[in-house]
């Protein structure tokens, strides 16, 4: 029965595509190769629009559009599909405030040809994405995996944790560059972010007694700089945060708010899970896993089974969050279902062994406090903070 119902709905859409115009975008900087299907034709026509040119992509469908419709004298649908890239959404939006279907894929999806040495060029690319697309819209949902873009608002306001990421990251390039410029005289013991980190300089002596030299002290006092522009950088974007948080509490049911209201999550971790992940919504826990990359990667031929360990193919951001997580989840909710079941299943063991299964518990955690924001379900044993 259920395989009938299957035919009949891959049927549906079959007829469904029969009068839609189908067309593929493979973007580049200088140019924009479009792949077009019209309806009833089986062949591909591509057309090339200048990098960035939105008015001309929407004139090429309109010109495609109205010829079609001249040839069977009704409306016809256009489907676009494009690959998540440096472009961003931007396409896709403009796509669909002109009335045109559009779906972003997630490139690393799409099966390619397994050749050592495979055909690969823009023609090629744009055929591959109109193909799988085409599948797709005929119920074959397996082909690809199509990306959900998120609103405006949404997209801007996980700006903040991205810059702090970004500036926590040069902030530390910047220290340890100082650090290495002062090994290199025999100076260990400095330390660039104190408050007196100037002074301090002026009374460093390199290991043979001898004062710094004064190309290098200049050198190492213009990183200084840096570093001060970036920690005032960093605190601006940190009070951005917060105050984002304390606006957005007020709403009911926040999950940055609720998330607060847990031992081991601060603003950082609590904006982070709200921003990169529970503003989407998901039917169930696998896709939750799977969107932070920690779902497991089986692998089976014949009687050879193994494991490939997680995934990472979704967030990356959210990745490293929930390992971070779980080592502190460990330390401030010891009590906590989530870590006896870590101690219970590593027990004294370190090293290799433990590393494996706080990932398996990070997976356990993101399901947790997606269950928690989401459906109510306080996860077993977790102690709150004092009000």
Same mark, same amino acid.
């Given at each position: ?10 049927? /549906? ?6 009068? /839609? ?42 010109r495609s559009r109205a010829k079609a419709e001249q040839r069977y004298g009704v409306p016809i649908k ?8 440096? +472009? ?14 559009? %779906?972003?894929? +997630?490139? @690393? ?12 060029? =823009?023609?090629? =690319?744009?055929? /591959?994405? &109109? ?18 873009? *998120?609103?405006?608002?949404?997209? =801007?306001? #996980? ?8 500036? $926590?990251?040069?902030?530390?390039? %910047?220290?340890?560059?100082?650090? !290495? $410029? ?6 260990? +013991?400095?330390?660039?972010? #104190? ?33 001060? &522009? ?21 709403? #009911?049911?926040?999950?940055? @708010? ?5 031992k081991s999550l601060g603003p950082e971790f609590a904006s982070l899970l709200w921003l990169e992940t529970?503003?989407?919504?998901? =039917? ?9 990359? &920690?779902? *497991?990667? *089986?692998?089976?031929?014949? !009687? ?9 193919? !979704?967030?990356? #951001? $959210? ?5 971070? &997580? ?28 433990r590393r494996i299964a706080i990932v398996a518990l990070a997976r356990k955690l993101l399901v947790a $406090? ?8 306080? *996860? ?8």
């Open positions: 029965m259920q395989s009938v119902t299957s035919a009949t709905v891959v049927a /549906t859409a079959a007829r469904a595509n029969d009068i /839609t115009l189908f067309a593929s975008l493979e973007l580049s900087k200088s140019k924009w190769v479009v792949t077009i299907n019209s309806p009833g034709s089986g062949k591909f026509s591509k057309h090339v629009v200048e990098g960035g040119d939105g008015a001309g992509l929407l004139d090429l469908f309109s256009a489907v676009v599909i494009q690959e998540a890239g440096l +472009d961003g959404f931007w396409i896709h939006r403009l796509l669909v405030a002109s009335g045109i279907e559009s %779906h972003v894929v +997630d490139a @690393a999806s799409i099966a390619v040809e397994r050749r050592h040495r495979r055909a690969k060029t =823009d023609a090629i =690319d744009g055929e /591959t994405l &109109l193909r799988t697309l085409m599948a797709w819209a005929r119920g074959e949902r397996r082909v690809c995996s199509m990306v959900r873009a *998120p609103s405006p608002e949404d997209e =801007d306001r #996980r700006r903040l944790t991205r810059e702090r990421g970004t500036l $926590l990251k040069e902030r530390i390039r %910047h220290t340890n560059r100082v650090k !290495g $410029l002062l090994s290199g005289q025999g100076v260990r +013991d400095y330390n660039p972010l #104190r408050r007196d980190r100037l002074e301090r300089l002026e009374a460093l002596r390199t290991g043979d007694g001898r004062e710094l030299p004064p190309l290098l002290k200049a050198e190492i006092r213009r990183e200084l700089e840096r570093i001060a &522009l970036v920690t005032m950088q960093l605190a601006a974007v940190e009070r951005a945060r917060d105050a984002l948080i304390r606006t957005q509490a007020e709403e #009911r049911n926040n999950p940055a @708010a609720q998330l607060l209201k847990l529970f503003f989407r919504s998901f =039917d169930n826990r696998r896709q939750v896993a799977a969107y932070g990359g &920690l779902s *497991p990667s *089986p692998w089976q031929s014949g !009687g050879v089974e193994r494991d490939q360990g997680i995934s990472k193919s !979704g967030n990356r #951001r $959210l990745r490293k969050t929930m390992i971070e &997580l779980a080592w502190l989840w460990l330390r401030h909710q010891p009590d906590s279902a989530l870590s006896r079941w870590f101690r219970a299943r590593v027990g004294v063991a370190k090293g290799r062994v $406090l997606w269950r928690y924001v989401t459906q109510g379900v306080v *996860p077993e044993g977790v102690v709150f903070k004092a009000a």
